[in-house]
């Protein structure tokens, strides 16, 4: 097999990849970059809203009331040292950004435009803050560009369409590299590496109606677990409640603002029922359970009685056009329908992935060792939305995803840095390190009749949809790990038809659908053992958050599965703690 | 084969509105452009996703003829 050495490879290159590659890059260390698309057709492209950051351009802020929004938001399972770094962190991360080249919008006054996200406040829990930079509906976008411009200019090493299959360990339990596959070419290239940062990105593709790209599969998230690192709060996934129907984009929230509500199957305003005040505009996850339990309890609409509706009609076209332009266009497209005439057929859409890779604030990876205290993984790291350092907690505030993989990258790679210091030379890769990604590739080589790839992975999603999505309860949660288990048996036993090399996507799909299936087994089983609800994890029957017995983190293990918990860091840097209250807003 | 697959990756995109637009167009209608509207295809998906969004999404009308023709040939692809 082809080698490649190099002091860091990093495994992914979205937002958080490429923040920590320039980092290193700079620092004159020899940096490889991974990554399965093209760098800047990452899911960070996505983001249209924007980055937080207390700059204080439009009101008065600061990164104290930053923090206690995000403790807040996080429904008090955040770590809160991790939080007090991040928030302090974040005006420089945006000015670095601009010193890159992204192009912020502008205030009259040329400072950096910023606009207001739900969550924000003054003075810890008052009026409303303004807190986003943004560089208008594209930042994401602006930030994936300029950070790949940057690490052109510092020599950079990307292998853009390569597909990382497996980590490479010692006996010692040191991380070496990865195995990775040229998708062109189907030949595997061992990359050794001193340290090895994971950047992959988080796994909105378990369930069947989400808003994330197709390559947003968790593999990062997979190839940890396999090798023996945990997974943390995987039961935390927040979901918005108006995806479309069976495809998952978004509509926001705006739609009901500007006074467009939901009707079920026999034509009810059924919100009146769950929320008799707040109605439609009730917060995210009661608008998102009432419309699983209309379609649950038969009250869908469509053939399969399988969505609600968001009725805009009533509107008029003129409010419609002009107020939610993008809305339009976009249900247009996509259902041939024009919403200023025909209501939209909307379900709950899985967004953003808050658990993942447990780390510390250094991005270091961390598990806890017998029942002490945890401690960092040699030579691994992961940032971005494939880690969980924890900030977000329960629940990720709007514009903090673009800040964790901003202000962790960094710290990540400054890390790095100090880390290869001390590390001069690579460590030898025993031969047996190989054998599981061997084993992987060769597996999908078998010849003969099994089940397909594609069918298998439509009922992996939808079973996480029926059994793990905004609706839980144990009996629900049980049928669905059950349920997982099963699929995750029959995927051993499916082939593919192309055994081909070049551009063998069928391949890549293949291992892409393993890497949901662990995944989808530490969700399911994380959110069954919760008996509590908090932030994004709604349990129908234990409604009420217990911090007693919950104010903790939750640690799934592959083999042998099971669960272990570890006490959330309630003591910030420098700051006073803030201790747990209601979360009302 | 293995052309079609090559493109077939590159139509996996940073946004979930990409990846569906130019999934169902690779999957269906793309199997009937010349040679040389395939080339114009492969071209097109050089362009930044944000650039592709405002197009497919019909928001912006690209310029040049070709890419509008192949635009509107995706867009009407777009199945309900
Ligand atoms: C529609 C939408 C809008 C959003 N808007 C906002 C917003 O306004 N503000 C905000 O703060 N957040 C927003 N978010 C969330 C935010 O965009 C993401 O959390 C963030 O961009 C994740 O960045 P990342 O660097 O961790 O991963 P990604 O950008 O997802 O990058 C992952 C990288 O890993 C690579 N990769 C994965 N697996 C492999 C493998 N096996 N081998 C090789 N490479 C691999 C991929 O190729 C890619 O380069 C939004 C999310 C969505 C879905």
Redesign the pocket.
């Known amino acids: 097999m082809e080698k490649r050495s190099f002091d860091t490879l990093i495994?992914?290159?979205?937002?958080?990849?490429l923040r920590a590659a320039l980092q290193l890059a700079q620092a004159e260390a020899r940096v490889a970059v991974?990554?399965?698309?093209f760098?800047t057709r990452?899911?960070?492209v996505?983001?249209?809203?924007?980055?937080n950051a207390a700059l204080a351009n439009v009101l008065p802020d600061n990164w104290h009331w930053h923090m206690f929004d995000t403790v807040k938001g996080s429904d008090y399972l955040g770590d809160q040292d991790a939080i007090e770094y991040m928030c302090r962190a974040a005006p420089r991360a945006v000015y670095e950004l601009e010193h890159f080249g992204v192009p912020f919008s502008r205030l009259d006054t040329g400072k950096i435009y910023q606009r207001a996200f739900g969550g924000q406040s003054r003075d810890f829990g008052g009026d409303q803050a303004v807190r986003t930079c943004a560089a208008a509906d594209r930042?994401?976008h602006a930030i994936l560009h300029s950070l790949y411009q940057q690490n052109i200019r510092a020599r950079t090493h990307f292998f853009d369409e390569?597909?990382?299959i497996e980590l490479l360990q010692n006996q010692a339990g040191y991380f070496l590299g990865a195995v990775?596959m040229n998708i062109a070419s189907g030949e595997p290239l061992l990359i050794e590496a001193k340290t090895t940062i994971l950047?992959?990105?988080?796994v909105?593709q378990l369930f069947r109606t989400n808003?994330?790209a197709l390559?947003?599969t968790g593999?990062?998230m997979a190839m940890a677990l396999r090798a023996g690192i945990p997974l943390q709060d995987m039961e935390f996934f927040q979901f918005h409640p108006t995806g479309v129907a069976g495809k998952g984009m978004?509509i926001t929230e705006g739609a009901r603002g500007e006074g467009g509500y939901l009707l079920n199957g026999d034509g009810e305003r059924f919100m009146e029922r769950y929320a008799p005040n707040a109605k439609d505009l009730a917060s995210r996850d009661v608008v998102s359970r009432a419309i699983a339990t209309e379609v649950r309890e038969g009250r869908g609409v469509g053939a399969n009685r399988d969505h609600v509706l968001l009725k805009l009609d009533h509107l008029g076209a003129d409010i419609v056009s002009k107020r939610l332009p993008g809305i339009r266009d976009m249900v247009r497209t996509f259902l041939h329908i024009d919403p200023a005439d025909t209501p939209i057929p909307v379900y709950p859409t899985a967004?953003?992935t808050m658990g993942g890779i447990p780390t510390d604030r250094h991005g270091q990876v961390v598990v806890p060792v017998q029942q002490g205290a945890e401690e960092p993984v040699p030579g691994l790291y992961a940032v971005?939305?494939?880690a969980c350092v924890s900030v977000h907690g329960a629940n990720r505030l709007?514009?903090?995803?673009?800040?964790d993989?901003l202000v962790f990258g960094r710290a990540a790679a400054n890390h790095v840095i100090e880390h290869l210091k001390q590390q001069r030379y690579h460590q030898p890769i025993p031969a047996d390190a190989l054998e599981p990604a061997l084993q992987r590739l060769a597996r999908w080589n078998r010849q003969g009749k099994g089940e397909s790839i594609a069918g298998l992975r439509a009922q992996l999603t939808k079973t996480m949809e029926d059994h793990c999505g905004v609706f839980r309860n144990e009996e629900v949660l049980q049928e669905g790990q059950n349920a997982v288990l099963a699929l995750r048996e029959r995927l051993r036993e499916a082939t593919i038809d192309d055994h081909s090399q070049v551009f063998n996507t069928a391949r890549i799909e293949a291992m892409e659908l393993e890497n949901l299936m662990d995944v989808a087994l530490a969700t399911v089983s994380s959110a069954l053992a919760r008996r509590e609800s908090r932030g994004a994890h709604s349990r129908i029957d234990y409604p009420e958050r217990d911090d007693q017995q919950w104010l903790r983190h939750s640690l799934f293990n592959l083999d042998p599965m099971k669960m272990d918990y570890k006490p959330v860091r309630m003591q910030p840097l420098t700051v006073d703690s803030f201790p747990p209250k209601k979360r009302t807003y | 084969m293995n052309e079609l697959a090559r493109v077939r990756w590159k139509c996996r995109r940073g946004m979930l509105e990409l990846d569906l637009l130019l999934g169902q167009f690779v999957g269906h209608g793309y199997h009937q452009l010349d040679p040389a509207q395939r080339a114009e295809f492969d071209r097109l998906l050089d362009y930044p996703d944000t650039v592709l969004l405002e197009w497919l999404l019909g928001r912006i009308r690209p310029t040049e003829r070709e890419i509008v023709r192949l635009v509107d040939k995706i867009r009407a692809a777009a199945a309900p």
């Open positions: 495994i992914g290159a979205g937002g958080g990849g991974v990554s399965k698309v760098p990452s899911h960070t996505a983001a249209q809203g924007g980055v930042t994401g390569y597909f990382a990775a950047a992959t990105g988080g909105g808003t994330n390559v947003n593999d990062g978004l967004h953003y971005g939305e494939c709007g514009g903090n995803s673009l800040l993989i």
